[in-house]
């Protein structure tokens, strides 16, 4: 599936892990779109924060059960990308 550039990448995740990640390891973590393999997110995330990206790990989570009242249901499956920059570049997001 050819996605654009801007549909890989959906939201950057912002939590303790990702924020300890990008300080020690130089990792940021994105949720991406569930149809895009790591050529795809390296372009995008090379073209939209203008970095050089070393490695991509990507996996897939599954949604979690959820009840209301007398109805269960889940939230959605979604994936998530974790991207190693070059040394020399940071993103300023985190």
């Not at 997110?41 to 991509?56: F, T």
């Not at 599954?62 to 959605?76: C, H, L």
Request: positive net charge; aromatic residues 8%; charged residues 30%.
């Amino acid at each position: 599936m050819k996605l654009q550039t801007y549909e890989v990448v959906i939201r950057p995740l912002v939590t303790e892990k990702s924020t300890h990640q990008a300080g020690v390891q130089n990792c940021y973590a994105f949720e991406v779109h569930p149809e895009a393999n790591k050529a795809q997110i390296r372009n995008a995330v090379e073209k939209i924060y203008d970095v050089k990206v070393l490695d991509v790990r990507t996996s897939l989570r599954r949604g979690k059960p959820r009840r209301t009242r007398f109805v269960q249901s889940r939230t959605k499956h979604w994936k998530k990308a974790v991207v190693e920059l070059h040394p020399d570049y940071r993103i300023d997001l985190f």
